[in-house]
Nanobody, 118 residues
Framework: QVQLVESGGGLVQSGGSLRLSCVAS????????MAWYRQAPGKQRELVAS???????NYADSVKGRFTIYRDNVANTVHLQMNSLKPEDTAVYYC????????????WGQGTQVTVSS
C-alpha cells in the first residue's frame, strides 16, 4: 500500500495557473503508473493525466497543451502543472497510483479542491 498526499489546490481566476503535487509514502520508482483524476460536482471521476514508470505520458483531450504532468523521483512526487485554467477545470483533483505485483493494486489520495472563477 502507498499513501498519497496531494497539495496545491486553491482558488484562481480564469487564465491563471496552479501546480498540484502528490507525495508518495515510498519510492515512486516502485509504482507502475501515477495519475491525476478529477471529479466535478454531479459528474463522474475522469482521468486528467498519467505518467508511467517509463515516462509514458497521456493527457485527456480537454487539458492537452495546458497541463503538464511530471515526476520528481528523488522527492517521490508527481506534479501537475496547470496553465490557462478555465472554469470547467473546477473539480476535486485526486492523485492515483497503480502498482502491479502479481495483481493490480490501486491507491488514492484524499483529493485537493481546484476552483477556477470566471
Amino acid at each position: 500500500q502507498v499513501q498519497l498526499v496531494e497539495s496545491g489546490g486553491g482558488l484562481v481566476q480564469s487564465g491563471g495557473s496552479l501546480r498540484l503535487s502528490c507525495v508518495a509514502s515510498r519510492s515512486i520508482l516502485t509504482i507502475n503508473v501515477m495519475a491525476w483524476y478529477r471529479q466535478a460536482p454531479g459528474k463522474q471521476r475522469e482521468l486528467v493525466a498519467s505518467i508511467s514508470r517509463g515516462n509514458n505520458i497521456n493527457y485527456a483531450d480537454s487539458v492537452k497543451g495546458r497541463f503538464t504532468i511530471y515526476r520528481d523521483n528523488v522527492a517521490n512526487t508527481v506534479h501537475l502543472q496547470m496553465n490557462s485554467l478555465k472554469p470547467e477545470d473546477t473539480a476535486v483533483y485526486y492523485c492515483n497510483a497503480v502498482t502491479f505485483v502479481g495483481s493490480m493494486r490501486e491507491d488514492w489520495g484524499q483529493g485537493t479542491q481546484v476552483t477556477v472563477s470566471s
